[in-house]
């Protein structure tokens, strides 16, 4: 019988956020990263064994909870290294009738590339409907991008993308 996951480690939770992704967010920060990239804004989310263990079903209450949010942003660390879990919450939000923005240090195409081997990547990919990828590049750095924090990193329209098999970027 496979085994449901249902707790993830998380470095913390914004229950309303309108800067992490399109109208008002609740955005949960995975803790662990492995990428260490120079100028990382949450240097804290790195270490895999920091942070705390939180049930899903506590986070989809916190949703329940407030009528006004459009979506959940999960951001980091890097969601895909708990990417089972997260592919449950993922599911369980898009079932609410709500939209999911994921970010991550992978790009899109490492991460098309792996799906058959990394346990719960194709799931929370395809419950993601926007993913913004690529790790964070200090010298391409730029404060006046919209969601996202250097130039390499893309804002990608998920389903159309798998549909069409080339990165779909949506333009904010
Ligand atoms: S991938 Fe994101 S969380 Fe990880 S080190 Fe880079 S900027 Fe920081």
Redesign the pocket.
Known sequence: METIKTTLRIAGIVKESIVDGPGIRLVVFAQG?????PG????Q??PFDGGKIININEILEMIDRNPLIDGITLS???PFEQAEAFAVLAEKVKEKGLNVMT???YTFEEIMKNLNTKAGWERLLKASDILVDG??IQEERDLTLKFR?SKNQRIIDVKKSIENNRVEIILI
Not at 33 to 37: E, H, P
Not at 40 to 43: A, K, R, S, T
């Open positions: 990263c492995k990428r260490r990239c990382c804004h949450n240097p989310t790195h980091g660390g890097e970010y991550t240090g790790r964070f924090g």
